[in-house]
């Protein structure tokens, strides 16, 4: 007993101090940024060189702290969905960031002439960045590249699931910013409740649309502007005449990586009624053929802790009590690597298919016509990605068309994130606001719109008392 209330103790102790740090470094970041409104394109391209040399130095213990965190992640998977892409933004906005803070000429109207307008780019501050457990490095990384190339100071928050990456990245980061101009934030539920508080002049969140709300809530409070990028439910549709085998094959990659951990992994697939049975057989040859066996396979990624294996393990158990047919791809779990398996004869009263499922479970849906497909799509809410199956142009373009959804692929999955010169970013339920790339540096900048005039003054003609021939002059052209 004594021993519980002096475990208590330190912990609360524990926390206090990290959130007095928390306020402390938030005070520091503001100073710093009083002290330098805005940098310039040469030191924020020296910042970014300086985090791609980290990267690049640092790529096996990232590799080794991430798959200790999951207590197994492929290296390939860390090396292919974290780093390469974090590296790609960081060389693709260095090599932009003089373009993008050039003032952006306007036209002015005549009945304002002479003058001249323009919007310059400004950073906002102080931003916040909330990183969750699934991709510690890349989820970090992206934000805080838009944040730098807009001249921002950064504070990151890491997720209490990932201790051992989250520790790294502190360290890392701070070998090369001081704390003033990037900090990262390590600490429990609690801790990440402060720093929604702040007020920050921007906050970025990733993750459950559940804590999205909490998020957006604090953030309110504040008048801080979020960026949301949540998740749900992304179907893919496979079309009646597109060969499964690439289908299948293309879903199960979107599906398998990070062991379905992914914001937008397909989720569910729609396929035309007399198919489900072929596109099963293409799909579990296509999941075979990456990952022969579980145990001891170097690439297979594990579920990251045991609550969310239970809440998997709780899906299917959900689903099969309610008549749903589970079909395993492998004969049993090894540890926390979680088989793959399809579901079929799901129906909406399932978790399955009411919760982002954020794991290897994949529900097969079949639909009659594209009609159905885009309607049992178009019922519930909007998704963070959608793919599509099909070489016909006209379908893939009504697909564009007749959905909503963050994002698309058409004949892949997941690559249309790691595309620098897209926006990424949610609708409705699966978030709001974009990044990455140019998107990126939009979001952390304020557009100032500047109107100048110099010595001359023709507005002067319509000042009052009103009712003079030129005021009538001016309506008569330019008020029609």
């Not at 803070?101 to 002479?114: A, D, E, I, N, T």
């Not at 379908?395 to 007749?402: A, D, I």
Request: aromatic share 10%; with cysteine.
């Amino acid at each position: 007993m004594v021993a519980d209330v002096t475990y208590l103790e330190q912990s609360l102790q524990n926390s206090q101090q990290q959130l007095s740090q928390l306020e402390s470094s938030f005070a520091r970041q503001r100073q710093a940024f009083k002290a330098n409104p805005m940098p310039s394109a040469e030191q924020r391209i020296q910042w970014l060189k300086a985090l791609a040399q980290l990267l690049s130095d640092s790529r096996e213990p990232l590799v080794q702290a991430i798959s200790q965190d999951f207590s197994n992640r492929s290296a390939d998977e860390t090396l292919l969905a974290e780093l390469m892409p974090s590296l790609h933004g960081i060389h693709y906005a260095t090599k932009r960031i003089k373009k993008w803070m050039k003032p952006s000429r306007r036209s002015v109207g005549m009945q304002f002439m002479p003058a001249a307008a323009k919007v310059i780019y400004q950073p906002l501050g102080v931003v916040g960045v909330i990183v969750p457990w699934n991709y510690p490095l890349f989820l970090a990384i992206g934000p805080l590249v838009g944040a730098l190339s807009a001249g921002n100071r950064v504070m990151i928050k890491m997720s209490e699931s990932t201790p051992a990456s989250s520790l790294l990245i502190k360290d890392l980061l701070a070998k090369v910013f001081p704390e003033d101009l990037v900090s990262v934030v390590l600490g429990e539920a609690e801790v990440g409740m402060a720093f929604s508080k702040l007020p920050f002049d921007h906050l970025l969140f990733t993750g459950a649309t559940s804590i999205g709300k909490h998020v957006m809530r604090a953030a309110a409070e504040n008048l801080t502007p979020v960026t949301l990028e949540l998740g749900g439910k992304s179907p893919a549709i496979v079309s009646a005449d597109v060969p499964l085998t690439d289908a299948a094959e293309r879903i199960a990659f979107g599906k398998t990586m990070n062991a379905g951990q992914t914001c937008v992994a397909p989720d569910y697939v729609l396929v035309p009624k007399d198919r489900v049975d072929g596109f099963v057989e293409a799909y579990r040859n296509a999941v075979q053929g990456f990952y022969p066996t579980l145990a001891d396979n170097p690439d297979y990624t594990a579920i990251i802790n045991e609550r969310q294996q239970q809440r998997l393990n709780g899906y299917l158990q959900d689903a099969e009590s309610k008549g749903a047919t589970v079909i395993p791809l492998y004969p049993a779990a090894q540890g926390r690597r979680m088989p793959y398996a399809v579901l079929l004869n799901v129906t909406d009263e399932m978790k399955v298919m009411q919760d982002e499922i954020f794991g290897p479970l994949l529900p097969i849906i079949p639909y009659d016509t594209l009609e159905n497909a885009f309607a049992f799509i178009n019922e519930r809410d909007r998704p963070l990605a959608l793919y599509y199956f099909g070489y016909d142009k006209s379908e893939q373009q009504r697909v564009l068309v007749e959905t909503h959804s963050g994002g698309v692929c058409i004949n892949d999955t997941l690559l249309h994130v790691a595309q620098d010169d897209m926006p990424f970013g949610g609708i409705g339920p699966s978030g709001m606001g974009h990044y990455h790339g140019h998107e990126g540096f939009l979001t952390f900048s304020k557009a100032k719109g500047v109107f100048i005039k110099q010595r001359f003054n023709a507005a002067k003609m319509i000042y009052p008392p009103y009712g003079k021939a030129i005021q009538k002059l001016v309506y008569k052209f330019f008020v029609r």
